[in-house]
Every structure is written in C-alpha cells, then in structure tokens.
C-alpha cells in the first residue's frame, strides 16, 4: 500500500474533529436516522436544479465528504473515506468541483428561501466581509501579494468576498464571491485568465463593488427579511458603498477610519452661478465662512466626558462586556460636500489603551440608541460562520484552481453549512460555548430577550464515521439515497 494511503488510513482512524474540539456525547440510533432523513430530505430540494443524474450523485457525494468526520476534507481523502480507493471516482468528482457547467444561481436562490423560513427575522442583519484562502503557487484564479486577513498580514493568497444572515435563531452564508486583483486584468495574465476559465467580460470591482453587486442580488430575490447591513472599516471607508445601500432601502451601520470628517451642523451651499469677484461658480461649494470638517477622532477627543454613556455591548464567555458610547446626529463629506445626515456612534473600550471604534449609520432619528449599540458588537455571526465553515465543512480545503471550481466549493459549502444550522435547531442541544451577540438581559436598560445557540460540539456523532456502519451518516447507501 502507498505511504500516502497508509497515512490516511490513520488520519481516519483517530477520527479528530476538524474544529479541534473533542465530539460530544453519543446519540441515540433513532437520533441519528432521523438525522439521515433530514439529509436526504435537505439535499433532495438541492438536487433539482442539477440537470444530470451523476451531477446530483456527485453534490451528494461531496456533501457527505464536507459532513463526516475527516479532518482534511479535499477529493481525494473523501474518497478514500467514502468510496475506498477508486482513482476514476478522484477524476469524477474533480470534474464536477472544476469543470463540469453547472451554475450557482439556482442554488443561491433556494438558500435563500431556506434561510428565510429556518433563521429568517424582520430585523435581521445581512454581515459583509472578506477572507483570505493563503496560496503556495500562482496558478490559481485571482491569487496574488495582497492583505490576507486570516494571517494578518499580506501574503500569497486568494481573498473571498461573502455576505452572511444573522438573526437570534442562527447565522448562515447567502452567496459569495472571488475577488480578482487589479494586477489580474493586466495584459500579462492573459493566459491566467485562460487557464483559470475566468469568464471573459468580468469586470474590476473592488471588495466594496461586490459586496453591494452580492446585497443587491439578495435584496432582488426578495427572500430574505433584513433590516440592517454591517461591515468593517474596509467597506466603510467607501462611499459609494455606504450609498449604495442606501439606495436598496436599507439601514447600514458599518465601521469607518478614524480620520473620516464630519460636520457637526449642515454647512451651508452656494450654488453655481456669478461671483462677486473672479469667474462664476461652476460647481456648488460650501461657503467659505462655514466651518471646516472635522475628524471623528477629533471630535472624539473634543467631547465632554459627561457625555460618554457606558452600556453592555455583548454578553461574552466570561460575563457580559461593556464599553463607553457617544451617539451623536452628524452630516457626512460627500465629494466635499455636505452628504446625508445620519449617526455617529463612537465606542471606547474600557481597557488601559482606551481604543476607539467608530461607525455611521443612516438609520432614521427614531433608532434607539440601544440597537446601534447592540450592532456596534454584531460583528460576532460573520466570524463564526467563518470558523465554522473552515473549521467544520472545509471551507478552505479545497484544491481547485479555476475561477468555475472555487465558486462550486463555495456553493457546496453553503450548503453544508446550512445543513448544520438546520440540525441544531431540530436537535435543540445546549451548550455553554456560544453566545448570542447583542445587550445580554441581564444588562440595565435592555428588554430584548437573547436566545443561547448551540455550537457545533457533541454532533460528530453524527457527521464523523464511526467503528459501526450503522451508526455512520455518511455511508456509501446513504449517498445513494441522497442522489435519487
């Protein structure tokens, strides 16, 4: 037998979770068929939108390969795992991911009523965010030298863009998307573009660009209920963004530099016309004696301290975590322009360092000064989503380099992801480790009451194959009653 066989004849022995945490308690036989019904039903009203009968054998394959037990979740360990060694099924199902032309959409489109009717809330929060997938080589799509935020530093990687739904029953992914760096639309990656089989009228958009293109697409569908978009000081810092999403009738609050301006009162316009001296005035300006803009660090440091108002920001694994605010109605430069009135909330830390944070939001004056600070620490669903997708279904455990092949892994990946947030609600476990984001009850001043969600511990009993067929969700009949 080969030494890399043998070595994952091993690896599939120890059965260690992918997360790093050790499973939880065995679940009873009845549990765990009701568990395989439940996947077969999910992905039966996937299956449809594939047109061939081997494309749906092939996504069910994969979903259980994402599912089980294995620590590194690319083609070949799942096959290993599930199929036994099976060279030609290697070659089948690297076709499927890479090349075969099945489109993501429909897909997209029926996670989003999933979504809808499992987590779906009136004021649920659509989360924007990107993440790295570091590279070795350069011969995959959109790879290049750029800030990798998993590592924390610039690094050969490819960087994704995606859109989360958070609400009090759960998080899960609704699309996402590769970013392709400038560099890649030079005339020298014309060949990449080739190999990768990147489509070719895609255009340059920058992370904010896609991030609005992907709100849009899901505001469109009109299946999801969101009230509020957030993001971090990437998206922020652009405006065009920030009004973008204003436009899609939505509230943002999102993180923003700390040298962005604001004016405290609207200045005054002067609009084009005759100038009492020199040349008239083609464009409008703000009149010379209004006040300059100000940084909203600045301003910060200006306040009076009697102004600050500490509030609980979120309810952590060692007790709830507070924090001071300012919230504050201010008027946005636009183009050097006065832009639309909205909110500034400002938060200090209470650590030595006294970090500041600073977000805008164009929620109407009516907002409650508690939910802009219940949003200021929603940055939590996005993070675990990640963690869990990485962690849980190998969301970066992926081998494919075309542009068609990482928008397939993705796909399927949402999908499994979904498939454990739905398990957790039917299974209704508890557990300690995970904490809703948000104003904890106990804090003073909150009314809104915070369901505790599960983590993912204590179902790789479920997911994970174990020492008795019988017990395995992810057994090679099971992936034949899910391809039916």
Known sequence: ?????????????????????????????????????ELIAFHQMLASHFARAEQRCWSAFYLCGQLSGLPRKTIEPMVLALMGIAPAVIR??????????WVTEPFLAQLDTLVADWLGEADGVVIVDGS????????????????CGRLGKVENCQEGVFVVYASSKGQAFLNGRLYL??????????????????????????????????????????????????????????????????????????EVPKNTRVWLRTPTIQLPGPSLIGRPRLHPRVRPSAPSPQSVEDLAARWPASRW????????????????????????????LPGPRQWLVIRRSLDPERKLKFYLSNAPTNCSPAELVRLT????????????????????????????????????TFIAHLFLVRLQQLL?????????????????????????????????????????????????????????
């Open 428 to 484: 209704q476990k508890k557990s300690s480790h995970h904490h809703q984001s948000g104003t904890p009850t106990h804090c003073p001043g909150n009314c809104r009451r915070v369901q505790r969600r599960p983590r993912y511990s204590g179902l790789y009993s479920v997911l994970a194959e174990t020492k008795s067929p019988g017990v395995s969700l992810t057994s090679k009949a099971h992936i034949a009653a899910l391809a039916l």
């Open 1 to 37: 037998m080969p030494k890399r066989t043998r070595k994952l004849y091993r690896q599939r022995r120890r059965q260690v979770p992918p997360s790093g945490r050790k499973a939880g308690i065995r679940l009873r036989e009845s549990i765990l068929a009701k568990a395989r019904q």
């Open 377 to 412: 620490g929603f940055r939590w669903p996005i993070e675990t989503a990640f963690e869990e997708a990485k962690g849980e279904v190998g969301m970066d455990h992926y081998e494919t380099r075309s542009w068609m092949g990482w928008h397939h892994h993705m796909t399927q």
């Open 92 to 101: 089948a199902v690297q076709q499927f991911i890479g090349q075969s032309p």
């Open 181 to 254: 760096p400038e560099k890649w639309f030079a005339s020298d990656h014309a060949s990449a573009w080739k190999r990768c089989g990147i489509p070719e009228q895609t255009p340059f958009r920058t992370e904010p660009e896609i991030a609005l293109d992907l709100i849009g697409q899901v505001a469109a569908r009109g299946q999801v209920p969101f009230r509020w978009v957030t993001a971090d000081e990437e998206f922020g810092r652009n405006p065009g963004f920030l009004q973008g999403l204003a436009d899609l009738g939505k509230w943002y609050l999102v």
């Open 309 to 336: 108002k500490r509030r609980c920001l979120k309810a952590g694994g060692q007790g709830p975590q507070w924090a001071d605010f300012i919230w504050l109605r201010v008027t946005g430069v636009r183009d050097k």
């Open 132 to 147: 790295g997938f570091p590279k070795r080589g350069g011969h995959s799509a959109g790879v290049a030298w750029q800030y």
